[in-house]
């Protein structure tokens, strides 16, 4: 089964406009990764955030974490069309190290 | 670019068949995974070797199999191949097995079963 979930599942934007992700897990985790795959293409890491930080930045990249609602969200800002892509997230929890991945959120950032 | 490649890009076969896929980590990598990847069932991962020894596994069929070499090349051998196998399967290398650990991705072969 899935530890973490991707919402929405589909998301259209224009181009400038902000896309918010968000990831919910259900047991207590290690960390929290965000990935990104582009079409057909191998996924690529974006981020990782311990479960003792709160947010963290990376460029465009904004990813919060709320242990307490056991969810993290990705926040990409002033979007661009190649930032079209799927984006996983991806836990670790108990004593394993065995990232699990989510089902993904699809963006589509339109020019 | 990951730095790590996959050969082949693609593969069709047909039921009842074997393949091997085959998969070269960074150079400083020690720890290799593989992952399935399908439309019903996501990201699956499948098994993890490190330094070539087996460290953890996943979802993986008792048709498949994984190795890896002293190099620390890896193979993920599928066999008696069913339509159901089709899928993206990816490898991905880190350097370190522990608890927060990036995983660089490979970009895939993709299998179709016919």
């Known amino acids: 089964s899935q530890q973490g979930e991707e919402d929405p599942q589909a998301l259209s934007i224009q181009e400038g406009e902000n896309a918010t992700m968000n990831c919910s897990y259900k047991t207590s985790i290690n960390n929290l990764q965000w990935y990104r795959q582009n079409s057909g293409r191998g996924l690529v890491h974006l981020i990782l955030?311990?479960?003792?930080?709160r947010e963290k930045h990376s460029g465009r990249l904004r990813v919060t974490l709320d242990t307490s609602k056991k969810s993290s969200s990705l926040l990409i800002t002033a979007s661009r069309a190649a930032d079209t892509a799927s984006y996983f997230c991806a836990t670790a929890s108990g004593g394993s190290y065995i990232p699990t991945f989510g089902r993904g959120t699809s963006l589509i950032v339109h020019p | 670019d990951s730095g790590v490649t996959q050969t082949p890009k693609h593969l069709i076969t047909a039921t009842g068949q074997r393949v091997t896929l085959r998969c070269s980590p960074r150079?400083?990598?020690?720890?290799v995974y593989w992952y399935q990847q399908s439309l019903d069932q996501g990201l699956q991962f499948l098994i993890h070797?490190?330094?070539?020894?087996?460290?953890a596994k996943g979802n993986i069929l008792e048709r498949f199999s994984a190795q890896q070499f002293p190099d620390l090349h890896s193979e993920l051998n599928l066999s008696s191949l069913e339509l159901g196998d089709s899928a993206l399967y990816f490898c991905?290398?880190?350097?370190?097995?522990?608890?927060?650990?990036?995983?660089?991705f490979g970009p895939g072969t993709r299998l179709l079963v016919l």
């Open positions: 070797y490190y330094n070539g020894e087996e460290r």
């Open positions: 991905a290398s880190s350097s370190r097995t522990g608890r927060q650990e990036t995983q660089y």
């Open positions: 150079s400083e990598d020690l720890s």
């Open positions: 955030i311990r479960s003792n930080e």
